[in-house]
């Protein structure tokens, strides 16, 4: 069946690092891919998609590029900042009639001063 | 302002005592979700519709029930509810495929 499988945290980094953050789909058809950002105590929010192979999303400094031949959705940012503490979740979404979307089990950041 | 709104926020109640949470979006979406939200769990589809009086299970619907009789309005029903419901729950809407999650509601079974 469909799925979405990120990497486990939690991710511990300091300010300014790197971070990737993987995350691999299996689906049958064409998904659209997500990233979403929970932070705490609130309801998730989107942070980017892409509707196609090769597509790149991107916002407030975030980006990942829809892989088909790799399957994959990689979240990446250069520089992380301590107000980038916070959930992130990896998701597909089908159009079967309505929008099901399959979200992963996401993978919780956190970034120290 | 665009949102999902939810209530209650927070609520412990005992098992086999029937309980509503309402969900409500004023921006016109047809499409309307209920989520549980449990560790290393992610997020699970409970109920989705796509329309006033269509709705339809999603992955773990067993132990709610749902109704749609207006566009904004998609309520959740707890009719006897059991400790293994104590989770977070996200009610989302959409017009096409990205959502719009409400705040979350942390239900407590005891």
């Known amino acids: 069946g469909d799925s979405v499988t990120q990497m486990e945290g939690p991710v511990t980094l300091s300010e300014e690092a790197c971070l990737t953050i993987?995350?691999?789909?299996?689906?049958?058809?064409?998904?659209?891919l997500f990233w979403y950002v929970q932070y705490p105590g609130e309801g998730l929010q989107l942070l980017l998609k892409a509707t196609k192979a090769d597509d790149k999303g991107s916002n407030k400094g975030f980006e990942a590029t829809y892989r088909k031949e790799t399957t994959s959705f990689h979240l990446e940012k250069g520089s992380v900042q301590v107000s980038d503490s916070a959930v992130y979740f990896c998701a597909l979404s089908l159009n079967t009639g309505g929008f099901k979307t399959i979200f992963g089990a996401g993978t919780r950041l956190f970034v120290k001063a | 302002e665009a949102q999902v709104t939810q209530n209650p926020r927070y609520l412990i109640t005992v098992t086999g005592k029937k309980l509503t949470v309402t969900c409500s979006q004023n921006m016109n979406h047809e499409y309307m979700s209920w989520y549980r939200q449990d560790p290393g769990l992610g997020l699970r589809q409970i109920y989705y519709s796509m329309n006033v009086e269509v709705t339809d299970k999603g992955d773990v619907p067993e132990g709610y029930k749902v109704s749609r009789k207006e566009k904004r309005n998609f309520p959740l029903i707890l009719e006897s509810p059991s400790p293994n419901q104590t989770s977070l729950y996200f009610c989302a809407s959409s017009l096409s495929e990205t959502q719009y999650f409400g705040p979350g509601t942390r239900l407590l079974v005891l």
């Open positions: 993987n995350c691999t789909y299996t689906a049958t058809g064409y998904p659209s």
